[in-house]
């Protein structure tokens, strides 16, 4: 059974930090590469950052500078740390893996809010 299992999200003021990560199980996880998504209230689900089963990396443009995904093969954890975070950061955080001609998957989600 495929299980991704997010941890990390809650309620912190702007300009402030945190760090999901995202627990594979049932997978080959060194094969897949891996995402964050996030749906902002309101809004619809976007790509936030992805990390590759390579080790390359992409961002959406309001992140870059700001968000770093990393993996740790070894540990089966996907991370993604979350600095100088904006109100407009908030929203339910998602995890994703894909791995070509496999089905893809996702986690339940956590909640980060950016409130003072």
């Known amino acids: 059974q495929v299980q991704l299992v997010e941890s990390g999200g809650e309620v912190v003021q702007p300009g402030g930090s945190l760090r999901l990560s995202c627990a594979a199980s049932g997978i080959i996880f060194s094969f897949y590469a891996m995402a964050w998504y996030r749906r902002p209230p309101g809004k619809q689900r976007e790509l936030v950052a992805a990390i590759t089963s390579g080790g390359t990396t992409n961002y959406v443009d309001s992140v870059k500078g700001r968000f770093t995904i990393s993996r740790d093969n070894a540990k089966n954890t996907v991370y993604l740390q979350m600095n100088s975070l904006k109100p407009e950061d908030t929203a339910v955080y998602y995890c994703?893996?894909?791995?070509?001609?496999?089905?893809?998957?996702w986690g339940q989600g956590t909640q980060v809010t950016i409130s003072s």
């Open positions: 994703n893996a894909e791995r070509i001609n496999h089905n893809t998957w």
